[in-house]
T-cell receptor, first 111, second 113 residues
Framework: NAGVTQTPKFQVLKTGQSMTLQCAQDMNHEYMSWYRQDPGMGLRLIHYSVGAGITDQGEVPNGYNVSRSTTEDFPLRLLSAAPSQTSVYFC??????????FGPGTRLTVT | GQQVMQIPQYQHVQEGEDFTTYCNSSTTLSNIQWYKQRPGGHPVFLIQLVKSGEVKKQKRLTFQFGEAKKNSSLHITATQTTDVGTYFCAGRLTTDSWGKLQFGAGTQVVVTP
């Protein structure tokens, strides 16, 4: 199993540009989530999904959209990038006993 | 605001010493999890505690969940350089749906040989 994969690893955007961060898992986990990590603030939940077709907002959802058309994929879309969205983004999925597996992360810089 | 607080934010430890990091919640938690993140890496699941007063050990690491299920601690004995990293606690509030976790800000551990 590849586990949780994320692409790209690094990305530089200009203010106002849009892009999609990809996330996929091959463990057949129903629950998936997106976090952003900023220095001194831990991991903050952006959006999460309890299964295909179902998504919900986390703590910091503004400026981000998600969709979950399949169990495997959970892409995160930045609608109009802003410098405040410069961060490291982690995708994660949970197994049946709620252990959370993280992807390697995407380091995003918005100039 | 952040409902799960961790202290200390930084911990400098001499190799061979013990240290403890603490996690406190303002509300009752269904469970608490601990993760380790190495510099430049991603968080890796360490353990989950579910029962009030639960204590679990993993080699030199001892995890505790408070009786009121509002706090937790991670104690590392005989610290090694491989213990370097940031340790996060993450709790599920009783009011939150399954799978949704509130992360603390983490304790960054630096080990001096």
């Amino acid at each position: 199993n590849a586990g949780v994969t994320q692409t790209p690893k690094f990305q530089v955007l200009k203010t106002g540009q849009s892009m999609t961060l990809q996330c996929a898992q091959d463990m057949n986990h129903e629950y998936m989530s997106w976090y952003r990590q900023d220095p001194g603030m831990g991991l903050r939940l952006i959006h999460y999904s309890v299964g295909a077709g179902i998504t919900d907002q986390g703590e910091v959802p503004n400026g981000y959209n998600v969709s979950r058309s399949t169990t495997e994929d959970f892409p995160l879309r930045l609608l109009s990038a802003a410098p405040s969205q410069t961060s490291v983004y982690f995708c994660a999925s949970n197994n049946r006993v709620n252990e959370q597996y993280f992807g390697p992360g995407t380091r995003l810089t918005v100039t | 605001g952040q409902q799960v607080m961790q202290i200390p934010q930084y911990q400098h430890v001499q190799e061979g010493e013990d240290f403890t990091t603490y996690c406190n919640s303002s509300t009752t938690l269904s469970n608490i999890q601990w993760y380790k993140q190495r510099p430049g890496g991603h968080p890796v699941f360490l353990i989950q505690l579910v029962k009030s007063g639960e204590v679990k050990k993993q080699k030199r690491l001892t995890f505790q969940f408070g009786e009121a299920k509002k706090n937790s601690s991670l104690h590392i004995t005989a610290t090694q350089t491989t213990d370097v990293g940031t340790y996060f606690c993450a709790g599920r509030l009783t009011t939150d749906s399954w799978g949704k976790l509130q992360f603390g800000a983490g304790t960054q551990v630096v080990v001096t040989p």
